[in-house]
């Protein structure tokens, strides 16, 4: 069994800054890929960002390049996303989803485990 587990959302101010955390825990062998999705109410679940064990792949959606950094600490079992020059648009759950394939997908239905997510909210 294989559990995530989302920390470090909450309120920002738009231009603000939050680093979330996805910490992966139990049956972690053989889990190569590592993304963010995000869902804002009332819309569909997409891709944010993925990166792979080790870090040698990583996709960021268009509309966060340059504004989103992903990360990793294997040793930590941990993903990190580090969000800057936040927007009210970037409000919404996020979650993390992980799979055994070593490529980056932002296809929600290419992932085995997930996380139960964490709020952000970009609002003045």
């Known amino acids: 069994q294989v559990r995530l587990v989302e920390s470090g959302g909450g309120l920002v101010q738009p231009g603000g800054s939050l680093r979330l955390s996805c910490a992966a825990s139990?049956?972690?062998?053989?889990?190569?890929?590592i993304a963010w999705f995000r869902q804002a109410s009332g819309k569909e679940r997409e891709g944010v960002s993925c990166i792979t064990r080790t870090g040698g792949i990583t996709y960021y959606q268009d509309s966060v390049k340059g504004r989103f950094t992903i990360s990793s600490d294997n040793a930590k079992n941990t993903v990190y996303l580090q969000m800057n020059s936040l927007k009210p648009e970037d409000t919404a759950v996020y979650l993390c989803?992980?799979?055994?394939?070593?490529?980056?997908?932002?296809?929600?239905?290419?992932?085995?485990?997930w996380g139960q997510g964490t709020q952000v909210t970009v609002s003045s």
């Open positions: 989803a992980t799979r055994r394939l070593y490529s980056c997908s932002d296809r929600s239905s290419e992932y085995n485990y």
């Open positions: 139990g049956f972690t062998f053989g889990l190569n890929t």
